[in-house]
Structure formats: structure tokens, C-alpha cells
């Protein structure tokens, strides 16, 4: 079965960094787009990044220059680094799998909240 | 690209149907995906190409649409189809996800 597991957010001061890890099972992340989306509280959905194949990445503009996306083929796990962070950037993120039409997404982790807060 | 579902929130009986809307601010011809979203989960793809089924999807929901005017229809309302819908757009980058339609109970 296909399984994405975020993990890796918490509470950080603004101005801060955090990684986040999506642990994927069931299917090869080299096969895939690879997507971040995410959710603030009370919020619609925001596309933040995504990595594509021959590692090519694509960002959101409001994250653009401060969030980098990559990915460990032989860990199977994408990840997501984000760095000046900022009240704004509170949510929850989610990583989704590419369905293969290029931009939509067939599977998603149950996303991991990040709170940034002095 | 921006995508505006109407309506914003949409009370329907159970056994009844809901049609929601979403407009593109250009054409999309079919690159267009709808989701579902119940409180506390991750959202969950319904359609892509404007009008399939993504697997597992019942048939009482059926989508329609190409250009910049998309529908989304769900027949005889049972209790789990009360939730957030979004529709999104992935003809072109960024892709970007409309403001949500809440189908509550009436």
C-alpha cells in the first residue's frame, strides 16, 4: 500500500529553521513528482514546492529563497528545509504524491504542524 | 491562476444532490482536479482531468467541465460527503487550489 508519513514539525521561534521528512512505502519517490502543500489553521490549501524528475524544484513565491525541497532516492524520502521562518509560515504541512498528470496529487500524508511563535 | 469556487458554503439535505462550482481566470482546457477534505485529515483526490474518477471514488460524484468553468456533482448525500471541497488547477505553475466550498447539513 502506498504510505506517506511526514514528521519533523514543531514549535519555532521566527527567524528559525526545521526539516521536515516525508517517509514514503509502497511506490519509488524516483518515479514520482514529489509535492508540499500546506493548510493554516482554518485555512484552504497553499502548493509550497515540489521536486520533479532529474531533481528539478519549483517553489511557491511566498517561500521562494527561504524553503529548499530534495529528496534521498535510497531512503525513500523527500524532505523539506525551511529557513527564516516566519509567523505566516504556521501550518500544516502535508507531502503528496504526483499523479502523473503533472500537478495532481493521488496520495498525501496526514501532514505534520509547524508553529512558528515567539 | 486563481480559482473561485461558488458556493462558499452550500447546506444540502441527506439523499439530495450538490453542485458545486469552480472558475479558472484563464483556460485550463481539462487540468483541473477536485478533493475532499474532512476536518483533522488530509484532503483526498476525487477527479482529475476535470471529469475521472480517481480510483475508489464512488460514482454518485461526477465532474464536468473544460476552459475555465468546471462543475461538481453528488448524488443521494450520505452523512461522509459533508465536508470541504477544493478544486485545483495544474495547467499551469504554481498550481493553485480555489478557497474551498463547505457542504454542510441542512
Known amino acids: 500500500d502506498v504510505q506517506l508519513v511526514e514528521s519533523g514539525g514543531g514549535l519555532i521561534h521566527p527567524g528559525g529553521s526545521l526539516r521536515l521528512s516525508c517517509a514514503a512505502s509502497?511506490?519509488?519517490?524516483?518515479?514520482?513528482?514529489m509535492t508540499w502543500v500546506r493548510q493554516a489553521p482554518g485555512k484552504g490549501l497553499e502548493w509550497v514546492a515540489v521536486?520533479?524528475?532529474?531533481?528539478?524544484?519549483r517553489y511557491a513565491d511566498s517561500v521562494k529563497g527561504r524553503f529548499t525541497v530534495s529528496r534521498d532516492t535510497s531512503k525513500n524520502t523527500v524532505y523539506l528545509e525551511m529557513n527564516i521562518l516566519r509567523a505566516g509560515d504556521t501550518a500544516v504541512y502535508f507531502c503528496?504524491?504526483?499523479?502523473?498528470?503533472?500537478?495532481?496529487?493521488?496520495?498525501w500524508g496526514q501532514g505534520t504542524l509547524v508553529t512558528v511563535s515567539s | 491562476i486563481v480559482l473561485t469556487q461558488s458556493p462558499a458554503t452550500l447546506s444540502v439535505s441527506p439523499g439530495e444532490s450538490a453542485t458545486l462550482s469552480c472558475r479558472a481566470s484563464q483556460s485550463l482546457s481539462s487540468a483541473l482536479a477536485w478533493y475532499k477534505q474532512k476536518p483533522g485529515q488530509a484532503p483526498r483526490l476525487l477527479i482529475y482531468?476535470?471529469?475521472t474518477r480517481a480510483s475508489g471514488i464512488t460514482a454518485r460524484i461526477s465532474a464536468f467541465g473544460s476552459g475555465t468553468e468546471f462543475t461538481l456533482t453528488i448524488s443521494s448525500l450520505q452523512s461522509e460527503d459533508f465536508a470541504v471541497y477544493y478544486c485545483?488547477?495544474?495547467?499551469?505553475?504554481?498550481?493553485?487550489f480555489g478557497q474551498g466550498t463547505r457542504l454542510e447539513i441542512k
Open positions: 521536486i520533479q524528475g532529474g531533481d528539478t524544484t
Open positions: 482531468g476535470a471529469a
Open positions: 503528496a504524491r504526483d499523479g502523473g498528470a503533472g500537478g495532481n496529487f493521488d496520495y
Open positions: 509502497g511506490f519509488s519517490i524516483f518515479n514520482h513528482y
Open positions: 485545483q488547477q495544474y495547467n499551469k505553475w504554481p498550481v493553485t
